[in-house]
């Protein structure tokens, strides 16, 4: 036995979803190893430096919510923030940072070697160890098997990688980064299904090549805000980032390329994400556009390294680096590295329950791009997931699932085991349906009261978390008692074009009006700036949402009682399939593979009709 006699987790790969998942196991009080090829590479951004976005952000301030980490260490690594959607209401606000690349990896790093239980070895894991049905430890290309109770999967891009660029390819996890092989084989021995899918990234260039002069600048937030709930640093020194665009000599240079683009030629077989196209894909199917715009980004504080937003590609390098010169500002620039694409396998997250453990074998689990998705914000959220599950398994408590009306996290994993997903599954604000609950400023109030209990938010977060719910209902009351005059407001109303007032109104139905917010209010009248000046911010944002959206609240609230019924109808285990001849043939299928828990899950798995859940409530006895 190689250093430990047996851990509670094993994790193997130490990327966006591995680290949320040894660290979130090894905080809950398990003895975690972390195994991954390399260690200089730990939390290491394949693609874009940057955390967060539409429906993105939801997921970070979710998993800050839980006690994970990757919103701490956004903050404490970003350097640029912005707020996406600030025009719109509040369930589409969405944070988005613009990440230091090495500094975001390298604080990764720090916090996991600062976390008490967590071991790492550095090596490729070549396969896993299988008793009686269940994982009980992983090997490595040493030939070293550690023994574990339960172990996460986390492989990323790396299993079979094959990178292309042009008419060359050659096998690797990511640019420079070796592929994984054996634990497709071995898993497709076992019985798994697996398939392919494709990713791409763009060239980065030299900053000190670029005119910006010819750019449009576009800087962050006036005042940043932040992922974390808790007391993160605030940024203070942003870094711009600039807007240009492709034009047609630059879309003739990228098209001498497509009789050897990989993707053209059918070199590529797997199914790439059809939102994140690249920018041969985007001239080839929108040929109408005579420009797309591209966005440069700095990789860092410190560095000169851009990264082109909007340029991904897979054509030869000499194509790209033609093509890019003739963007405006370009015409200087310096090529870093080419971009490429890369194809790798993935398994079918239909074989998955619901806490992320395979149907197949007992205590594996598998998180991340391995599922099929992509996105750090994905991965993270699967991994922190996974590790709470892998932790609460192997200690004999009961499995931690959060409901798609909890949290985007319980739509992502109800959406991958139910549905599945064919091309790289990344997260859209429309995938929740109940999306107005599932709001970035309330995902502590939703979340954090379930994170300490299960002992991996802090006690701190749920002070917070108490200050913040008391102090909301103590703004709101207010609010509905704060009379006002109109000789107090009708200036005010005028200057807004908002209806005048004949009589005293109180300060909560002003609020209701659409264009009336919270500070044109305590512009105009210093005795409210002085009753709410008591109160934190967060504390008064929260009780305007409730005021102005009070009714599509209560509406979406009444929603998800009727659908959170349906989920206490649990079935697994009590119904044969086989014996129900009423259930329609696709829908017995379905329901045979997915197995689902709930009459809930079963009636979200496509095929499933509602007159076949008729059948299986008639079956239930109800
Ligand atoms: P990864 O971050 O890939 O981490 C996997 C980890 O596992 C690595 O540390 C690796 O060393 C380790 N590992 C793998 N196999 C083994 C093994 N056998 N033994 C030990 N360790 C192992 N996402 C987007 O949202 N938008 C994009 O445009 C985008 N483009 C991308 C382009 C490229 C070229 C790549 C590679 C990825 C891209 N992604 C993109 C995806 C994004 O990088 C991933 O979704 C995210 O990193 C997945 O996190 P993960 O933890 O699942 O895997």
Known sequence: ?????????????????????AAAAANLGSKVLLVTMNMNTIAQMSCNPAMGGVAKGQIVREVDALGGQSGIITDKTMIQFRMLNRSKGPAMWSPRAQSDRMRFAEEWRTTLEQTLNVDFWQESVTGIVVENDTVVGVKTQLGIEFR??????????????????????????RAAEKKSTGITEQLLELGFETGRMKTGTPPRVDGRSLDYSKMEEQGGDEVPSKFSYLDTPRLVK????????????????????FEKSPMFQGRIKGLGPRYCPSVEDKINRFADKDRHQIFVEPEGSSTVEMYINGFSSSLPEDVQYRALRKIAGFENAKMFRPGYAIEYDFFPPTQLSLTLETKRVKNLYFAGQINGTTGYEEAACQGLM??????????????????RSEAYIGVLIDDLVNKGTDEPYRMFTSRAEHRILLRQDNADLRLTPLGHALGLASDERLFRVEQKQRET?????????????PSEINALLEELGSATLHERTRAINLLRRPNLELEHLTRTLPNLTLALAPYQPDSLEQAVIAIKYESYIEKENQQAARVAELENFVIQGRLDYQQM???????????????????GQAARISGVSPADISVLMVYLGR
Request: charged residues 20%; proline residues 3%; contains cysteine.
């Open 1 to 21: 036995m190689f250093q430990q006699e047996e851990y509670d987790v094993i994790v193997v790969g130490a990327g966006h979803a591995g680290c949320e998942a």
């Open 148 to 173: 574990g109770k339960s172990v996460v999967l986390t492989n990323g891009t790396f299993l079979n990688g094959l990178i292309h660029i042009g008419e060359k390819n050659f096998g690797g996890g």
């Open 238 to 257: 942003q870094r711009p980032c600039y807007i240009t665009y492709t034009n047609a000599e630059v879309h003739e240079i990228l098209k001498e390329g």
């Open 386 to 403: 996974a590790g709470i599950n892998a932790h609460n398994k192997v200690h004999g408590r009961e499995p931690f699932i959060l409901k």
């Open 473 to 485: 209902t103590e703004v709101v009351e207010l609010l509905k008692n704060f009379a006002i005059e």
């Open 581 to 599: 001849p009423a259930l329609s043939h696709e829908a017995r299928e379905k329901l045979l593979k997915v197995q689902p828990e709930t009459i």
